[in-house]
């Protein structure tokens, strides 16, 4: 229990919201897997999501094309509502904040020629006590994604779950 204060900064500092190219280090770039990381503090859960473009998309370049655009849009909004999430209804939780970032759809060389969607959100729950299991949909969302590998830490300790074959539900130690 008490560790969780002095790793807590660490992992947020492992965790960077995509605000800087240079800070955008959420996992590997691998078609076919995204990455979750998810913190949960006191009333608080922050989780990022980093997603190769691919797999949102369909493609890995500045859209050429109406159609393109709109998938980049389309893949933005999604994100941006966070329905692919879903913490345990008994928890309370409501979406505080959410940020998507789509890097290398814009025109700018993406270091390595990718492209991805970053993404960060703050949720606020009411019985965090009770949060005890996440859906996490983002292979339902974007059908490219066979595999979700998600980072979890809480006042338990930390965790990792891989998620594949249409498994979503991932258990939260409290």
């Known amino acids: 229990m008490k560790a969780l204060p002095l790793v807590f900064p660490f992992l947020l500092a492992a965790l960077p919201i995509a605000a800087h190219a240079e800070a955008r280090q959420l996992g590997p770039h691998v078609h076919g897997q995204a990455s979750v990381n ?15 473009g691919h797999d949102a998309v369909g493609f890995e370049h500045p859209p050429g ?8 849009d389309k893949a933005t909004a999604s994100l941006n509502a966070a329905a692919w999430l879903v913490p ?4 309370d939780c409501t979406l505080a904040l959410a940020r998507v970032s789509p890097h290398g759809f814009g025109g700018a060389t993406e270091a390595g ?10 949720f606020t729950c009411r019985r965090m006590d009770r949060l ?3 859906d996490v949909r983002l292979a339902s969302a974007f059908p490219s ?10 006042a338990a300790g930390s965790s990792q779950q891989v998620l594949e074959g249409g498994v979503s539900h991932v258990g939260v130690p409290q």
Do not use: C, N, R, W
């Open 132 to 134: 005890d299991q996440l």
């Open 88 to 91: 345990a209804p008994a928890a």
């Open 65 to 72: 094309t109406p159609a393109e655009q709109a998938a980049v």
């Open 113 to 122: 020629g990718h492209a991805d969607f970053d993404a960060s959100y703050h």
């Open 145 to 154: 994604v066979a595999k979700v590998v998600v980072s979890l830490i809480t």
């Open 38 to 52: 998810i913190a949960v503090e006191a009333s608080t859960m922050d989780v990022q999501v980093s997603l190769p």
